[in-house]
C-alpha cells in the first residue's frame, strides 16, 4: 500500500533579476534565511540590465516552498518566473510512451507491419479469435483501470487527476515484470457504465488491473468482469494489498513461533481491503478473525446496511466478541490496520497476547507510530517506506500479471493468490528472517520471477490456465 508520504525534495525556482537593484548575494541570503539549502546555480539568460537564473533549492516539503517563494517576492529587483519541483517535472508530458518494437525502414517492412500483409494476419485471428494472445498486443498487456473515486489517500478527485497514479502503475509493470500496461481513467462513476466500458475494451488487454475504485462499488465491479470476461480481472487494492500482508505474516508468525491457525487476528477498517485481507487470512487456515469499524466489532446478529458487511458478520469472530476496539483487542496476537491514524493506542498493544504482531497500514500516518509501538511489539509493519517492513503492492501485482499473462490464465483464483503470498514470504531466506526483515525489498528482483512461477503453478492446478505446458505440447507431438 503505497502511500503519500516521501522526505525532502529539491526544487527549480526561476528567476529574472535586476542587476541594479538586487545582488545575487542578498537572493541567496533571503533563501537561506529561510531554510532553503542552494544545490546548484544556472544561469539561462544574461542582458545588459537583467539575468534570469534557475536556482536548485533543496527544500523540506511543499510548504517550505511556499516560505522560500514568500521571501524572494519580497526582495525589490526579483520576480518568480516558475518554481518547479523535481517531482512534477519527472511527470512533464506524462511518464510513459508507446514505441515500435520494430523498425520500418524500407517499403517491405511497410507492407508487412500494415497494408497488404497485414490483412493476412487479420483472417488468421478472425478464423481462430485465440489467435490474438499470440499475435497482437493482447499477450503482454494490460490495462490499469480507475474512475478516479478512490486515489491513494486523496480520495474522490477524478478521472483527470488519477492519471498520474495510472501511469506510475504502468511503469511498474514495465520496470519490474516486463509488461505492458496502458493508464485508462474513465469519466464516469456508474458502475453498468464501467462494466460495459471494460468489457468494451477487453479485446486489447490480455489482464484487467482495476485501481483506486471506491467501496462499496469496486466489489461489484471486479465480481461482475470476472465473470463476463475471458481474461483475468485484478482490484489491486483488495487483492494486492491481501497478499503482501499474508506474505508479511507468513514470516513474522514463523519468527514469534506461532502457528497461523492459532491466531487471534483483529482487523480494523472493513473496507475493500479489509474485506479481501480477511478472506485471505480465512483461506490461509486463520478461524478467529474479528473486524472492527468505526461503530464497532461486526458481530454476526447484528443488522448491517452494507451487504459485504453482513458476509463478514457470518464468516468471522466466532466468539461473537462485541465492543470496540481496545475491548477486543485483548489476547489478540495480530493487528492489521487498514483505517486511520492513530486508532491503535500504546495500551491497546499492552493488552495484546506475547510477541505482538502490529501491521499498521494506514497512510501517510499509520494506526499507531513505530515509535510508539516499539516498546511493546515484537513485529511491526506499516505501508511507508521510510519505516522496515513495508507492505507494497508492488511485491505483487507485477509477478501475478507476468504469470497469468504467460500461462494464458482466464481468472486469478484464491489459490494462486496464496501461491503468490507464499513465493512473497520465500525470498526472505531463513538465515536472513528477523524482526526488521520479514518481507522483502520492493527492488529485490527475484520477487517477481517466484511470484510467477507459483502463480503459473497454481493456474495449471486450478485449471485456468489456457497456454499448454511445455509438456503437453510434447505429449500432443508424440
Known sequence: MAGLHGG????????????????FGRIATAIGDAGGDIVAIDVTRAGKTT???DITVKVADPEHTETITKALEQLPGVRIINVSDQTFLLHLGGKVEVTPKVPIKNRDDLSRVYTPGVARVCMAIHEDPAKAHSLTIKRNTVAVVSDGTAVLGLGNIGPKAAMPVMEGKAMLFKQMAGVDAFPICLDTQDTEEIIRTVKAIAPTFGGINLEDISSPRCFEIEERLIEELDIPVFHDDQHGTAVVILAGLLNAVKLVGKRMEDCKVVVTGIGAAGIACTKMLLA???TNVI?????????AGDTYANSAWT???????????????????????????????????????????ADPIVFAMANPT????????????RVMATGRSDYPNQINNVLCFPGIFRGVLDCRASRITQEMKLAAAKAIASVVGEDELNEYYIIPSVFNHSVVEKVREAVMEAAYDSGVARRRTQREMQEAHD
Do not use: C
Not at 528567476?15 to 538586487?22: R, S
Not at 464468516?315 to 495480530?334: C, F, Q
Open 8 to 23: 525532502g525534495t529539491s526544487v527549480i525556482v526561476r528567476l529574472e533579476i535586476h542587476k541594479e537593484q538586487v545582488s
Open 51 to 53: 539575468q534570469t537564473r
Open 284 to 286: 490461509a487456515g486463520i
Open 291 to 299: 473486524g472492527v469499524d468505526r461503530h464497532g466489532a461486526i458481530v
Open 311 to 353: 458476509w463478514y458478520a457470518e464468516n468471522t469472530n466466532p466468539n461473537r466478541e462485541k465492543g470496540n476496539l481496545s475491548d477486543v483487542i485483548a489476547g489478540a496476537d495480530i493487528f492489521i490496520g487498514l483505517s486511520g491514524p492513530g486508532v491503535l493506542k500504546a495500551d491497546d498493544v499492552k493488552r495484546m497476547a
Open 366 to 377: 499509520p494506526e499507531i507510530t513505530p515509535e510508539e509501538a516499539e516498546p511493546y511489539v
